[in-house]
């Protein structure tokens, strides 16, 4: 049995789950790498987070980020 969120939209798009989907299989391959970096992505966590950075940049339907807290002045 499947549980509904209220409201009938989704969160995350299609787009979003495809790259997602994609981003994770290269996971598991062993061939996703970090942007600027470019270590070997082993992390789940980061993997999605790549996926849904694509997603994003690409027009898909994402929620916003949420902002790191950072030094205050």
């Known amino acids: 049995m499947t549980t509904r969120r209220k409201g ?3 969160k995350y798009g ?3 789950q495809e790259k997602v989907e994609r981003s994770m299989r ?3 391959e062993g061939k996703l790498r ?3 970096s470019g270590t070997k992505v082993t992390s ?3 993997a999605i987070a790549i996926g849904l950075s694509e997603a994003r ?3 898909g339907k994402v ?3 949420k902002k790191k807290p950072g ?3």
Request: net charge positive.
């Open 71 to 73: 030094k205050r002045r």
């Open 34 to 36: 970090s942007g600027r």
């Open 26 to 28: 290269e996971m598991k």
């Open 14 to 16: 299609e787009k979003a």
């Open 44 to 46: 789940r966590k980061q």
């Open 57 to 59: 940049a690409a027009g």
């Open 8 to 10: 009938g939209k989704r």
């Open 63 to 65: 929620p916003k980020q």
